[in-house]
C-alpha cells in the first residue's frame, strides 16, 4: 500500500525567503512522487515528478525537489518566494506497479507575506 | 491542446435531483480519474478508467454514484439522487499512461452545490 504525509498544513513565509515544504512517503515498491500546486478556483497543476531518474528534480516555477530513500521524502525547495507562490501544494505517490493510481496528501498551504 | 475540460463550471440543484458532470479529457491520455474534494476530506479517489475500461470504483461512495466512459474523448459522473452531503467540487483528470509516471492533468472542476 502507499501513503503520503505532508507535514505541516500550513507553511508562512516572507517573500524573498526559502520555502520549504515537507513530504514523506510510504510504499512497498519503488514509487513515482509528484508535486502539484493548486491556485483558489482551479485544478491541481503538475509541477514537478520524480520517476527514478535523477533523485534532485527540478519543475516550474523555480521549484525543485530530492527524493531520498533512506528518508522516504520528497521535501519541496524553492530558494527565494514570490507572493505568486502562495497556494496550495499537494505530494502524490504512485507505485510502479500500481497502473497510474496516484494517493495525495493533505495538502500545504503556503502564504507568501510581504 | 485546450486540457482537460470539464462541464458545467458551476453546478446548484436541489436535492433528489439527477446531476451529471462531464469531462473531456486531453486526447491521447489513456487513463482518467474522478476526484472529490471538500475541506473535511481532501481529495478522494472516486473511480478510474484505463483505455475506457473501469479499473477501480472502490472509492464510489455509494450506488447513487455511477461513471461511464463511452469513449476516449468522454466521460460523466452521474449522482441519482442527489444529496446535500454531495457538495463537493469534482474533478477530472487525465494521465498518458497507466502506469501514472506521466502525472496527471487536471480539469478546472465542476462546484456542485446541492440544497
Known amino acids: 500500500a502507499q501513503s503520503v504525509t505532508q507535514l505541516g498544513s500550513h507553511v508562512s513565509v516572507s517573500e524573498g525567503a526559502l520555502v520549504l515544504l515537507r513530504c514523506n512517503y510510504s510504499?512497498?515498491?519503488?514509487?513515482?512522487l509528484f508535486w502539484y500546486v493548486q491556485y483558489p478556483n482551479q485544478g491541481l497543476q503538475l509541477l514537478l515528478k520524480?520517476?527514478?531518474?535523477?533523485?534532485l528534480v527540478k519543475g516550474i516555477n523555480g521549484f525543485e525537489a530530492e527524493f531520498k530513500k533512506s528518508e522516504t521524502s520528497f521535501h519541496l525547495t524553492k530558494p527565494s518566494a514570490h507572493m505568486s507562490d502562495a497556494a496550495e501544494y499537494f505530494c502524490a505517490v504512485s507505485e510502479q506497479t500500481n497502473a497510474g493510481k496516484s494517493t495525495f496528501g493533505d495538502g500545504t498551504t503556503l502564504t507568501v507575506k510581504p | 491542446d485546450a486540457g482537460v475540460i470539464q462541464s458545467p463550471r458551476h453546478e446548484v440543484t436541489e436535492m433528489g435531483q439527477e446531476v451529471t458532470l462531464r469531462c473531456k479529457p486531453i486526447s491521447g491520455h489513456n487513463s482518467l480519474f474522478w476526484y472529490r474534494q471538500t475541506m473535511m476530506r481532501g481529495l478522494e479517489l472516486l473511480i478510474y478508467?484505463?483505455?475506457?475500461?473501469?479499473?477501480?470504483d472502490s472509492g464510489m461512495p455509494e450506488d447513487r454514484f455511477s461513471a461511464k466512459m463511452p469513449n476516449a474523448s468522454f466521460s460523466t459522473l452521474k449522482i441519482q439522487p442527489s444529496e446535500p452531503r454531495d457538495s463537493a467540487v469534482y474533478f477530472c483528470?487525465?494521465?498518458?499512461?497507466?502506469?501514472?509516471?506521466?502525472?496527471?492533468?487536471f480539469g478546472s472542476g465542476t462546484r456542485l452545490t446541492v440544497v
Open positions: 478508467f484505463n483505455n475506457n475500461v473501469p479499473i477501480d
Open positions: 520524480y520517476t527514478s531518474a535523477a533523485t
Open positions: 510504499s512497498s515498491v519503488p514509487p513515482y
Open positions: 483528470a487525465s494521465s498518458l499512461e497507466a502506469g501514472g509516471a506521466s502525472g496527471y492533468t
